[in-house]
């Protein structure tokens, strides 16, 4: 390569090629597979934890709403992106979750974003578990707040952390759910902590709401926190309602606070009309058919079990999310190609996405899985794990 060629345009991005192989050789490169709008393979993959994603009066509360309002929102919330189906979904998940007020947003994502850099800011102090999701993680960076990062579910270092602040304002910010293990947060402890040392609380109820609670009002209704004046929660509406967005749920106050200051409601184009009344249509489903977060959990648990009988590292599930450790990522790419040459879709966690640097396969329980669904589930992942060197003692 002449000396100019090595300096010109074409090499200003020679650096991304020598990252891709590096990643390749340690088994962290990733690919985008899209899938057929028909499949025979069983999905263990997915969040749509309640089967609505797929629920004829779900798709068709979408397509309804799309042909009368249009495919797209058009504009910001502020603009005219709002329509009177969001007003309507808000109310009804405010209404749902025990909450006072709530706020759609176009993901959960954003809705973290948002509710972490609108309650936040330079010269406060964030105190955030460990293994809090990548969207928080990103909310604390962006909020430009004091960040201390504390022990998985570690109460006493949260507590600690508070009483070191000084006389900053704070928030302790934690999942209900983890996303990795599906282990739960205790959130009646954190609570009390935050309450000792003058701290607000946000909980990601992502994997929460539809599985956890009464009729699936979530982890923070479990916990009888919904209608705290000192708690805010942000959710997702595609897992267990099957659509797309998100939404802050909380006080009255910190809902108009984000109106006005959240720049990921401000500057986004709304959620689509559609997704938003396929929303809607879930949660009345949920309503009118409250015992599928009941069989969700249920589901999960058999399976956690039956892995774990064929000698399977496996997680113990706490909602819908279940872990399977590998020996490698190498070994958790294999494992999961393996699986899905078998029928069965898994989730392949590697990192950066698993916050202790130890790949898994992760397995979602669904509501509507059948005992033939989960007995199939088992052989396959437990079969392919022998192969893959998981397998800790024989069956």
């Known amino acids: ?54 629920d004829k009066r779900v798709m068709g509360a979408a397509a309804a709403a799309s042909l009368r309002w249009g495919a797209g929102a058009t504009g910001s919330r502020l603009v005219t992106g709002s329509t009177e189906l969001h007003t309507e979904l808000e109310y ?11 706020l759609v947003f176009s993901s959960g994502y954003l809705a973290n974003l948002a509710a972490l850099t609108a309650l936040s800011g330079p010269g406060t102090a964030i105190v955030a578990d460990q293994h809090i999701h990548a969207s928080l993680i990103d909310g604390t960076r962006l909020s430009k707040a004091d960040v201390v990062v504390a022990g998985h579910c570690d109460v006493p270092q949260v507590g600690h952390a508070l009483s070191t602040r000084g006389k900053r304002r704070a928030l302790v910010v934690t999942d209900s759910v983890f996303s990795v293990d599906g282990d739960l947060a205790p959130l009646v402890e954190l609570v009390a902590a935050c309450r000792e040392h003058g701290s607000g609380l946000v909980v990601d109820d992502a994997h929460g709401l539809g599985v956890l609670g009464e009729g699936g009002r979530g982890a923070v209704h479990a916990a009888g926190l919904a209608k705290a004046a000192d708690v805010v929660t942000t ?3 595609s897992k267990s309602l099957g659509a797309q967005g998100g939404a802050v749920l909380g006080p009255g106050r910190v809902i108009r606070h984000l109106v006005d200051t959240a720049r990921p409601f401000i500057f986004d184009t709304a959620l689509a009309p559609g997704s938003v009344a396929a929303a809607l249509a879930a949660l009345k489903v949920l309503r009118e058919e409250p015992d599928r977060p009941a069989r969700a959990l249920a589901v999960a648990q058999d399976l956690a079990a039956r892995l774990r009988d064929r000698g399977l ?38 990192p950066p996405s698993v916050p202790d640097q130890v790949s898994r396969l992760r397995l979602t329980a669904r509501a509507d899985l059948t005992e033939d669904d989960v007995a199939r589930a088992v052989r396959v992942i437990s079969e392919t794990g022998a192969s893959a060197g998981a397998v800790s003692r024989p069956r």
Do not use: H
Not at 92 to 102: H, I, M, P, R, T
Not at 338 to 344: K, L, P, W
């Open 313 to 350: 590292p496996v997680s113990n599930p706490s909602a819908a999310v279940i872990s399977v450790r590998a020996p490698s990522a190498e070994a958790a790419l294999d494992w999961a190609e393996a699986c899905r040459a078998q029928g069965v879709r898994v989730g392949c966690f590697r």
């Open 235 to 237: 959710v997702t509406l």
């Open 1 to 54: 390569m002449s000396t100019e060629a090595a300096t010109g345009p074409e090499s200003v991005f020679d650096w991304i090629d020598t990252r891709a192989e590096a990643r390749a050789k340690a088994g962290l490169a990733r690919r985008v597979r899209p899938r057929p709008a028909e499949s025979t393979d069983l999905d263990l993959a997915s969040n749509d934890y309640l089967g609505m994603a797929r």
């Open 92 to 102: 009804e998940l405010a209404n749902f979750c025990g909450a006072q007020s709530a």
